[in-house]
């Protein structure tokens, strides 16, 4: 199962330092995140904020801030926007910071479907605060400086990813894969290129009833969706289903691979979520939140589990609202 490695410890005891993706359980909110094809799947302008506070219970530990814009242009069959995102971990506060650009291009297949390609450029700096950190020097010279200390405390590197979808009314499949030119992210010197990590995912929306249409449109409906990494050996699924009636979304989420042990006594479950989503009727406003109880070997009691709230706004005018748009994945 694909988890934060113990970056902090390895930097500590001068190891050397691998990476780790940030995630959200409400991926569906993080669209450009996900994949870079969803940039500009909706009708005009999108808007998008996400939190993410992981393991309440541990010290120091994952805080995930995200927000992103993309904007359909609709007349070159053309997605383009942007996210900025920060996640800050451990003792020695390493700081991850990403901007990126999205760019994505559809292909119509057929009156209710269609292809996308899309690809994500990123800057990425990663910086610790050495202070927060003591060296083995220092236990024996009682210095407040390290001579051990790392020549640099950040690094800057360029990254790519790409993805595709296919998007229909009721049910959608994509992939994506990051770190796919597999820049060096190494703190301490070396050659330590990122290894590539894909993602699958995909769903089905059963429509229980649908009345109206435009904005007074009333649908009620169940989708199950699915999201699979894999990061070099390590995997991990995301699978659960959406209930959806007027305003109000709600969800139920696993975590991990039950059948998949990395060695004995370590299963491959991580979580359950429960997630709680409400959509403002007619001002293209929606909020959700979600909570991770914890289930692996770390314990609930220890973790606290953890929380995530995103928030998502559209404009669009009403030409633009009056044309057909396939967003038949979940909202959050």
Known sequence: MIKRLCSILLLCVGVQLFAQDPQFTQFYAAPMYLNPAFTGLTYEHRFAANYRNQWPGVKTAYSTYMASYDYNVSNMNSGIGGFVLQDRAGTSNLVTTMGGINYAY??????????????????????????????????????????????????????????????????WIGFAARHVNQPNASMVGNIEPLPISGSLHGGYRFIISARGSGKTKL???????????????????????????????????YRGLPFKHYKLGYPNRESVALLVGLEVPDKNFRVGYSYDATISNLKINNTQGAHEVSIVYEIASKRKRNRKVLVSCPKF
Do not use: C, P
Not at 114 to 122: F, P, Q
Not at 141 to 167: E, P, R
Not at 228 to 241: F, P, T
């Open 106 to 171: 559809r292909v119509k297949l057929g009156k209710f479907s269609e292809a996308r390609g899309g690809i994500a450029l990123v800057m990425n700096q990663k910086k610790i605060d050495q202070t927060r950190l003591i060296f083995n020097d220092q236990f024996i010279t009682g210095s407040s400086v390290s001579q051990d200390a790392l020549a640099a405390d950040k690094i800057n590197f360029f990254d790519m990813g790409i993805g595709a979808l296919f998007n229909s009314t009721n049910y």
């Open 219 to 253: 649908e009620e409906f169940v989708s199950a969706s699915f999201n699979i990494r894999h990061e070099q050996k390590y995997d991990q699924l995301d699978i659960g289903a959406y209930y959806f009636k007027s305003f109000v979304n709600v969800g139920l989420w």
